[in-house]
T-cell receptor, first 114, second 112 residues
Framework: KAGVTQTPRYLIKTRGQQVTLSCSPI?????VSWYQQTPGQGLQFLFE???????NKGNFPGRFSGRQFSNSRSEMNVSTLELGDSALYLC?????????????FGSGTRLTVV | DQQVKQNSPSLSVQEGRISILNCDYT??????FLWYKKYPAEGPTFLIS?????DKNEDGRFTVFLNKSAKHLSLHIVPSQPGDSAVYFC???????????FGTGTSLTVIP
């Protein structure tokens, strides 16, 4: 069974640009959560989607947005990129909303903003 | 404000000895805790969990201890193996259906 797939694996963008990251959850998983990992900050929760609806949102500016499609695939978008957005962005999927069923993480997308 | 803290960024242990990774939290409403392990270039993988109704959970070489009064949990790995070298994250959540809060991670190196 395929795991959580994130594309692209690596990305370099310049300040002010926007970026879209993609996440395909494990087949049958309907919940997708996004996290930002930076050194010294650990994993910071961005948002969670379930059945195309945003259930929870972390403490990030409005430049960070996401969506989920009917096939449970999810995208996150960051507009007007800043140097501080350089991070590993991780997507995690689970069977249902919330934490009852545990998360399976993808390998992440490494975003570098120059 | 970091609600889950791992105050040791790194830890080195000899192969065969015990590794103890610590985690503190500030929110007394947290009642479900997990540990994840992360190798470079891979996503975190689930290791072990514990709910607040227990104070210990064991899975093979891995044991998690929860001290609710101290708002502290720890992960014990016995015996430590070189393949255990990774970054370990603890995470906590309040109730079911809510987001996880992760710590900043502890990088464990097991020396052969």
């Amino acid at each position: 069974k395929a795991g959580v797939t994130q594309t692209p694996r690596y990305l370099i963008k310049t300040r002010g640009q926007q970026v879209t990251l993609s996440c395909s959850p494990i087949s049958g998983h309907r919940s997708v959560s996004w996290y930002q990992q930076t050194p010294g900050q650990g994993l910071q929760f961005l948002f969670e989607y379930f059945s195309e609806t945003q259930r929870n949102k972390g403490n990030f500016p409005g430049r960070f947005s996401g969506r989920q499609f009917s096939n449970s695939r999810s995208e996150m978008n960051v507009s007007t990129l800043e140097l501080g957005d350089s991070a590993l962005y991780l997507c995690a999927s689970s069977l249902a909303a919330g934490n009852n069923y545990g998360y399976t993480f993808g390998s992440g997308t490494r975003l570098t903003v120059v | 404000d970091q609600q889950v803290k791992q105050n040791s960024p790194s830890l080195s242990v000899q192969e065969g000895r015990i590794s103890i990774l610590n985690c503190d939290y500030t929110n007394s409403m947290f009642d479900y805790f997990l540990w994840y392990k992360k190798y470079p270039a891979e996503g975190p993988t689930f290791l072990i969990s514990i709910s607040s109704i227990k104070d210990k959970n064991e899975d093979g070489r891995f044991t998690v201890f929860l001290n609710k009064s101290a708002k502290h949990l720890s992960l014990h790995i016995v015996p430590s193996q070189p393949g255990d070298s990774a970054v370990y994250f603890c995470a906590a959540s309040e109730g079911t259906g809510n987001q996880f809060y992760f710590g900043t991670g502890t990088s464990l190196t097991v020396i052969p």
